[in-house]
C-alpha cells in the first residue's frame, strides 16, 4: 500500500527564516510520483513541483528548494527567508506509475510564518 | 489561461437534504477529477474522469454520491440525501496528460466548503 506521512501537523516560524516541511512516503513501486501543493487560507491547492521517481536530483526555484532522498524514503521541502506570504497548508503526495494508481495525499504541514 | 472554476464556494443545509456542485475545468483538460477534503486531511479522491467516461469511482460513497460529465468538459457533484459527516471541502482538480502514466500534474480549483447541519 502506498502511503505519505507528514509528522509535523503545524510549524511556526519568524519571517526570515528558514523552515524545513518534513515527507515520508511508503511505496512498492519502482515508477512513482512525487508532489507538493501549498493550500492558503483561500482554499485552492497550488501545484508547487512534480518530482519523478528515477530522478533524485535536488531542485531549487527561487527561495523554494526539495530533497529528494530514495535512500530515506523521504522527499523535503525547504523554504529559505520565509515570508508571511508562505503561510499556509502544504501537502505532500504520492502517485505509482500505473495507470490505476490515484494520487495519495499527506494529512499536511500548517505553517504559520510570523512577522 | 483560466484556472479550474467551482461553485458555489460555500453551501450550508441540513441532513438529508439534497445539495449539488459545479466544476468547469482548464480549458482542454480531459481528465476531471472530485475530491473531497475533510478538515485536518488531505483530499481524497472520490472519482476521476476521462472525458465523459469514469476512470475510477472506488471511493464514492455511491448510495448517496453521484457525478457526471456528460459533454466531456463541465461536471457536477450532487450529494442526496446529505450526512453530518460529508461536511467538507470539495475539490475539483483537471490534468492533461504530459507524457506517459503518471506524470500529469493535476490542477485544482477553490474548492466548495459545505456545512451540513
Known amino acids: 500500500a502506498q502511503k505519505v506521512t507528514q509528522a509535523q501537523t503545524e510549524i511556526s516560524v519568524v519571517e526570515k527564516e528558514d523552515v524545513t516541511l518534513d515527507c515520508v512516503y511508503e511505496?512498492?513501486?519502482?515508477?512513482?510520483?512525487l508532489f507538493w501543493y501549498k493550500q492558503p487560507p483561500s482554499g485552492e491547492l497550488v501545484f508547487l513541483i512534480r518530482r519523478n521517481s528515477f530522478d533524485e536530483q535536488n531542485e531549487i526555484s527561487g527561495r523554494y528548494s526539495w530533497n529528494f532522498q530514495k535512500s530515506t524514503s523521504s522527499f523535503n521541502f525547504t523554504i529559505t527567508a520565509s515570508q508571511v506570504v508562505d503561510s499556509a497548508v502544504y501537502f505532500c503526495a504520492l502517485r505509482g506509475g500505473n495507470r490505476d494508481d490515484k494520487i495519495i495525499f499527506g494529512k499536511g504541514t500548517r505553517l504559520h510564518i510570523l512577522p | 489561461e483560466a484556472g479550474v472554476a467551482q461553485s458555489p464556494r460555500y453551501k450550508i443545509i441540513e441532513k438529508r437534504q439534497s445539495v449539488a456542485f459545479w466544476c468547469n475545468p482548464i480549458s482542454g483538460h480531459a481528465t476531471l477529477y472530485w475530491y473531497q477534503q475533510i478538515l485536518g486531511q488531505g483530499p481524497k479522491l472520490l472519482i476521476q474522469f476521462q472525458n465523459n467516461g469514469v476512470v475510477d469511482d472506488s471511493q464514492l460513497p455511491k448510495d448517496r454520491f453521484s457525478a457526471e460529465r456528460l459533454k466531456g468538459v463541465d461536471s457536477t457533484l450532487k450529494i442526496q440525501p446529505a450526512k453530518l459527516e460529508d461536511s467538507a471541502v470539495y475539490l475539483c482538480?483537471?490534468?492533461?496528460?504530459?507524457?506517459?502514466?503518471?506524470?500529469?500534474?493535476?490542477?485544482f480549483g477553490p474548492g466548495t466548503r459545505l456545512t451540513v447541519l
Open positions: 482538480a483537471s490534468s492533461s496528460p504530459d507524457t506517459g502514466v503518471g506524470t500529469d500534474t493535476q490542477y
Open positions: 511505496t512498492r513501486d519502482t515508477t512513482y510520483y
